[in-house]
């Protein structure tokens, strides 16, 4: 089982550049972030299924199936039931579920295109760009560690509870309360084993030289070349777009 979310293909989007996967990233997210109707959101969700799909990364969003799914349901459930929309006339009952489906179609959309990103982007890739763009290397260091040990705990996790299923512990009989208490004798070992993993990786950086203070040298990589300057130049278009539409109001649902 695959546990990491970068999937190995040969797209035009694994092949861009990472600081200008990563700008565009953060281009795309604000342009989404602006609006509130689900009209004008609709077509960055559209754009964003179109590129997973282009990058062969729907079997990311399939994974997470039992997230993307619920997190539409219930967020366009709850935004329309307690949106604050007027009392009475034409637009009673209106301005809650396009505001609860607007709300909803933009977490949507920066799930997909978090997932987009991790599926054609690497760890070092991802670490490359913050540096690049400024970011401390400590801080860098730190965000990309993140999305390092998830998926080391998540196979250790698999790991105990293959192994105490195969000593007759069943995860699945018995009420709810009594399967939660049969996964104490996984969380035990997952926790020991994450605090001495943690020891050996401090350990590992200090001999590393992690906190020696001189400056830090890296492997030569491309430079951006013409497709990455399209692809920012794509997204920021969009985003100026959409940042004209805030400032004349359209597309934003204000309660009244």
């Given at each position: ?156 996790a698999l790991t105990v509870v293959d192994a105490q299923r195969c000593r007759g512990l ?66 920021g278009a969009a985003f100026v777009g959409y940042v004209t539409l805030w400032m004349l ?8």
């Open positions: 089982m695959a546990l990491s979310l970068y999937i190995d293909r040969a797209s035009p989007l694994h092949r861009r550049h990472p600081v200008a996967k990563l700008a565009a990233m953060i281009l795309f997210f604000a342009a989404t972030f602006l609006l509130d109707d689900p009209v004008p959101i609709a077509p960055l969700t559209v754009a964003v299924l179109v590129a997973t799909a282009a990058a062969h990364a729907f079997p990311n969003l399939w994974r997470l199936r039992w997230i993307v799914g619920p997190v539409f349901v219930f967020t366009l459930a709850i935004w329309t039931l307690f949106y604050p929309a007027p009392a009475g006339g034409a637009a009673a009952g209106t301005a809650p579920w396009r505001f609860g489906l607007g709300m909803a179609l933009k977490l949507e959309t920066f799930l997909a295109t978090g997932l987009l990103f991790l599926a054609t982007t690497t760890v070092e890739e991802f670490a490359f760009a913050l540096r690049s763009l400024g970011v401390p290397y400590r801080a860098g260091f730190v965000v990309t560690l993140a999305f390092r040990l998830v998926p080391v705990f998540l196979e250790s069943d995860f699945t009989r018995g009420r709810v309360h009594q399967r939660i208490a049969r996964y104490v004798p996984v969380i035990v070992p997952v926790f020991i084993g994450g605090l001495r993993r943690a020891d050996r990786m401090a350990f590992a950086l200090e001999v590393r030289g992690f906190s020696s203070g001189r400056r830090r040298t890296g492997l030569p990589r491309p430079a951006a070349n013409a497709g990455d300057w399209l692809l920012v130049a794509v997204v109001g359209t597309g934003r649902i204000v309660p009244r």
